[in-house]
């Protein structure tokens, strides 16, 4: 068997439109709508030879396939390698790269953990953390937003949520860009992720051992689900882990973008502390229109088809978010951003069982710290160029300046 980038190559069908382009470039990362766009264009379905894989762009295309665990599945990885053929580069993740019935056990522990009627209980830790942070940065002339805030404020509230009594937020932060870095081809970004994961993994492994978190933390009830038989002790502390992927990159990067947005649209941070009932629908805005997670794979377990194309067992398959967010024909103008769209089905959590299981933590950070800002801040102001970190799956900030104006 033919490989490439560790899954089988395939020939494309009559009639599939082909692009020789490598979506993993890193300037194309760094400023990927156009690549959406064309995306778009090109139809439901492109075959891109570099890779042998197939791509999709369109919302209606993206988010069926991606919603359709039967016949495209996770369990193969959620990368370009195929784990049925290799070997998965870390011990597959029993929650992200798995399929039912297992993913509908480990999904049951892991969605109660972080349900909203937890996340509730979290609110007002969330917003004292956010008062203190947003006043500390408005005594500034400016400041580093993805350090000082985008990942600072999700690293001093999740791990005393998950009740972690080790935290290091720079561990912390690069633990998710390896986990999202690795889902990609055999480049740069990845090489640094294997080589980052194999320096920080042991610290991980140990600030999620059971000895080392608190008893009354989001990490204890994943423990207290082993001790009831639900799952294994093993398992819990996989889990355990997932939580960082689930509850730390993705917040940081919902974050970053936030403020990125909102400093180059002022008009809408105006609409925002006039009502600030708009917080939890520009939270959804700014998910639709930067798309923290760009894109995410899925292998064909079966002979199946994809707009009409037939497509073989084996395949590997691209749902590119951001360009589903972007899809004029879902969207009606979506280069534009606007706090009062209420983008309802953005994929930018995913679609299905595999929709992600930390998003009402991180509805629950973003929201408490837009709300505090939308009370205090009057301005987000660029202090610099706002510079992108590419990466093979997630659309994050590496330095934004800014400075803050007080109301």
């Given at each position: 068997m033919e490989l490439i980038e560790g899954h089988k190559v395939?020939?494309?069908?009559?009639?599939?439109?082909?692009?020789?382009?490598?979506?993993?470039?890193?300037?194309?990362?760094?400023?990927?709508?156009?690549?959406?766009r064309e995306l778009v264009a090109k139809g439901p379905v492109v075959h891109i030879p570099r890779f042998s894989i197939l791509a999709l762009g369109q919302y209606e295309t993206t988010h069926k396939v991606f919603s359709d665990h039967e016949n495209f599945v996770s369990s193969r990885g959620v990368g370009l390698n195929d784990f049925k053929i290799g070997e998965p580069w870390r011990p597959p993740s029993i929650i992200l790269e798995v399929d039912p019935p297992a993913h509908t056990r480990t999904r049951k522990v892991m969605a109660r953990a972080l349900s909203p009627k937890v996340v509730r209980t979290l609110t007002d830790m969330f917003r004292e953390t956010a008062a203190r942070m947003v006043d500390q940065l408005l005594a500034r002339d400016s400041f580093?937003?993805?350090?000082?805030?985008?990942?600072?404020?999700?690293?001093?509230?999740?791990?005393?949520?998950?009740?972690?009594?080790?935290?290091?937020?720079?561990?912390?932060?690069?633990?998710?860009?390896?986990?999202?870095?690795?889902?990609?081809?055999?480049?740069?970004?990845?090489?640094?992720?294997?080589?980052?994961?194999?320096?920080i993994s042991p610290w991980i492994m140990g600030a999620c051992a059971r000895d080392r978190l608190t008893d009354d933390g989001l990490g204890a009830m994943v423990y207290a689900a082993a001790d009831a038989g639900e799952i294994g002790q093993d398992e819990a502390a996989m889990l355990v882990r997932s939580f960082l992927s689930a509850g730390v990159d993705t917040t940081v990067t919902g974050i970053g973008n936030a403020l990125w947005a909102f400093s180059q649209n002022p008009g809408e941070w105006d609409r925002l502390r006039a009502d600030p009932s708009l917080a939890r629908p520009a939270i959804e805005e700014v998910l639709r229109y930067t798309s923290p997670v760009h894109t995410f794979g899925r292998t064909a377990g079966r002979d199946t088809e994809i707009a009409g194309f037939p497509v073989e067992e084996g395949t590997k398959v691209i749902c590119v978010l951001g360009a589903a967010n972007m899809d004029p024909a879902k969207w009606g103008d979506p280069e534009s951003f606007r706090i009062d769209r209420r983008p309802a089905g953005h994929m930018a959590f995913g679609a299905g069982i595999h929709g992600c299981v930390g998003q009402n933590i991180a509805r629950g950070e973003m929201e408490a710290l837009l709300t505090v800002m939308a009370e205090k801040v009057a301005r987000i102001e660029p202090a610099g160029d706002a510079v992108w970190r590419p990466n093979n799956a997630i659309h994050a900030l590496d330095k934004l300046p800014l400075r803050l104006i007080a109301s």
């Open positions: 395939i020939t494309p069908p009559d009639g599939m439109p082909v692009w020789d382009i490598d979506p993993y470039d890193e300037d194309l990362l760094r400023d990927p709508v156009p690549y959406y580093e937003a993805v350090t000082d805030l985008a990942e600072a404020f999700p690293v001093a509230v999740f791990p005393p949520a998950l009740g972690m009594k080790d935290v290091d937020q720079r561990n912390l932060v690069d633990y998710g860009a390896c986990v999202f870095n690795a889902m990609g081809p055999d480049n740069a970004m990845r090489r640094w992720a294997l080589t980052r994961n194999a320096q």
